[in-house]
């Protein structure tokens, strides 16, 4: 049953109610409740909640609880507010810029009402009314309607009915409208409001009516305490499994990325735009590289470059994206199977940002499959030529220097290949729908001539690209992480901000039951990538285990997107909010390093010991 403020406080008169004559029938003040709430629908598709709602263009203009009930508070114009503020003794809030107008506090509704509500629950309703309403506030206690008329007809007709227990009760009037299954029908005469008024505030005074006749169970304590988490992976509290130092860089990174990368990252996205002045800024952030030791990288643990890359991708995938080929591919092939010579040439610069890498492996017909690849270099002399090309390759427009792998007759080779070697090219992908901001490319590979210097003299066989593609992975495991936070929160912030039927939408049960699943699959995967962290740590990280990270953690946080746009209604399509650019960016991070079909058949080979790629 709805519930309306309809107790009127008469002006004047005695106890016996002589002079509160008030010529107005419960029915008319009823549907009159009905218009100002079909108003609020149409104004502003808010449908009428179980105590009312907001009025859509006037504030304050609703239901505020009070020490005993709820009370309604209608202000409509300025010296009404004034008048407000003083009753409730807040004399400054009219000076509040937030507050100087009414139009001010409908933009500021929510701030207004939480300071009104401390004020408010001081005192029972009848207190405040017989307060506030000298002073012209319009104001008046809230009774369910139905009990409204069980209490505050004042018809003197029969049957009556008795209110109250033992020497308490009073008797009064039964109602003169009848409720039917087909509507409302008025039943005599119009009432004529204020007799028994005095009868009927005494019985509504404490001790009669107790708010609170038992004590809150401790489930009410916890409900009523709860504030909402401003981390969803503080559910777990995973940040108590980090070191100092790794959440000392986990905080820098985030710093950087609120402050130079989140303000933008939208029209990047939109304009398909890659920031390369970002570039150097990453280069004196650190990050690049920064799991590697020596030549001017940090050398920090995995877990630290880990958290990075987590922070990165919150803002979008695609400068994770940009950091682990720099770091993870192009930048690890050379640190890892370079000769001294081509280590000192290029990692200082990469590490720096003076330098971008890339890393050629997939090709236009070969993806998942890099063992049949068809670019293929050929020795002559103490030369090599090379022929072929490669797709899908990050950085690679912008890259100084390409990391390529392709056929010889001795099985397969690295080659470093400069930017501005005759016979290379490369072309920039167009029309992307993911990884927006990130540069896509292929490169091309015609008769390029190569000297024994650009072979990377410790990379033989296929399993030397596919431990640069390990590393990689590893960032990924995390970023994707970083990814589902950043949605979640998206979705808490909106969901404690958007109200739908009278009440936040984070209130509703199927909104909450998406949030919590979503928050145990985040801080599962969190924990995971924590859990491989420390096992590559201590140098017992696997290839399958590496595929367990990035095939659970991708899905989940691809998922996790997906979902979040669903709370976010219409709005979830808008570049305003992450979560549908996070689903787009991740739909490419599921594929690239791997795809999901990939990492599930070597999870298979490892539990069966029979590889299923053939």
């Known amino acids: 049953m709805p519930r309306w403020g309809c107790w009127p406080r008469c002006e004047g008169g005695n106890s016996t109610g002589e002079g509160q004559l008030v010529e107005v029938n419960l029915l008319s003040t009823l549907l009159s409740s009905l218009v100002n709430q079909g108003a609020g629908y149409t104004a502003a598709g808010v449908i009428p909640g179980i105590l009312g709602n907001r009025h859509p263009s006037i504030a304050p203009y609703e239901t505020f609880p009070t020490a005993d009930r709820p009370m309604v508070v209608a202000v409509g114009n ?27 506090r409908v933009g500021h509704i929510d701030e207004l009402a939480s300071v009104l509500t401390s004020r408010l629950i001081t005192r029972s309703a009848a207190q405040w009314s017989a307060i506030l309403a000298p002073l012209g506030v319009p104001c008046g206690p809230v009774n369910d309607l139905a009990g409204a008329f069980d209490l505050a007809e004042t018809l003197g007709l029969e049957p009556t009915i008795q209110a109250g227990d033992g020497a308490d009760a009073i008797t009064l009037p039964a109602n003169p409208i009848g409720l039917s299954g087909t509507g409302i029908q008025s039943a005599s005469r119009p009432p004529r ?54 959440r000392d860089i986990q905080a820098v990174v985030g710093q950087f990325v609120a402050d130079n990368l989140r303000p933008h990252v939208g029209d990047w996205f939109e304009n398909a735009h890659f920031p390369r002045e970002m570039v150097a800024e990453l280069g004196k952030l650190g990050v690049l590289g920064m799991h590697l030791q020596g030549y001017g990288c940090a050398g920090v643990n995995a877990v630290s470059y880990g958290l990075a890359c987590l922070e990165l991708e919150a803002a979008d995938s695609g400068f994770r994206s940009f950091v682990s080929v720099q770091g993870s591919l192009s930048m690890y092939s050379i640190w890892r199977y370079g000769s001294e010579e081509q280590k000192l040439e290029w990692l200082p610069r990469l590490a720096a940002g003076e330098a971008i890498g890339c890393f050629g492996l997939t090709e236009p017909d070969f993806g998942s499959n890099p063992s049949d690849m068809r670019c293929r270099a050929v020795q002559d002399g103490s030369d090599w030529i090379l022929n072929g090309s490669k797709m899908w390759i990050t950085n690679g427009g912008i890259a100084d220097v390409a990391t390529v792998w392709a056929m010889t007759d001795d099985g397969v080779r690295g080659f470093l290949l400069p930017r501005g070697t005759p016979g290379f090219t490369t072309n920039d992908i167009k029309h992307k ?17 190569l000297p024994a210097s650009a072979v990377l003299p410790e990379a033989k066989g296929l399993g ?12 990924i495991l995390f970023g994707a992480v970083g990814a589902a936070r950043d949605c979640l929160q998206s979705a808490l912030n909106y969901g404690d901000s958007r109200v739908q039927f009278g009440r936040k939408i984070n209130g509703f049960q199927l909104t909450q039951k998406k949030l919590a699943d979503m928050a145990v699959a985040l801080n599962s995967a969190m924990l995971l990538a924590i859990h491989l962290g420390r096992l590559k740590e201590a140098g017992r990280i696997r290839p399958e285990r590496i595929s367990v990270g990035k095939l659970n953690n991708v899905s989940q946080a691809l998922a996790i997107a997906r979902e979040c746009r669903t709370i976010l209604g219409a709005n979830g399509i808008s570049l305003e909010y992450s979560p549908l650019r996070h689903a787009n960016n991740l739909e490419s991070v599921l594929t690239y390093e791997g795809t999901s079909e990939i990492h599930t058949l070597v999870i298979g080979q490892a539990l069966t010991g029979l590889p299923a790629y053939r």
């Not at 729908?433 to 001539?449: G, K, N, P, Q, W």
């Open 193 to 246: 409001l204020g007799e028994h008024t005095a009868e009927l505030a005494a019985w509504l005074e404490p001790p009669h009516r107790d708010p609170s006749p038992h004590p809150p169970s401790v489930l009410e304590q916890i409900m009523t305490t709860a504030t909402p988490m401003r981390d969803p992976l503080d559910l777990l509290d995973t940040s108590s499994l980090l070191e100092p130092e790794e």
């Open 464 to 475: 030397a690209p596919l431990s640069c593609l390990s590393e990689a992975r590893f960032g």
């Open 78 to 104: 300025d010296r009404q507010f004034t008048a407000l503020c003083a009753g409730l003794e807040l004399p400054e809030l009219p000076g509040d810029p937030r507050f100087a107008s009414n139009a001010d």
């Open 433 to 449: 729908m993911s990884l927006r901001a990130s540069i896509t490319s292929e490169l091309a590979f015609d008769d390029v001539r």
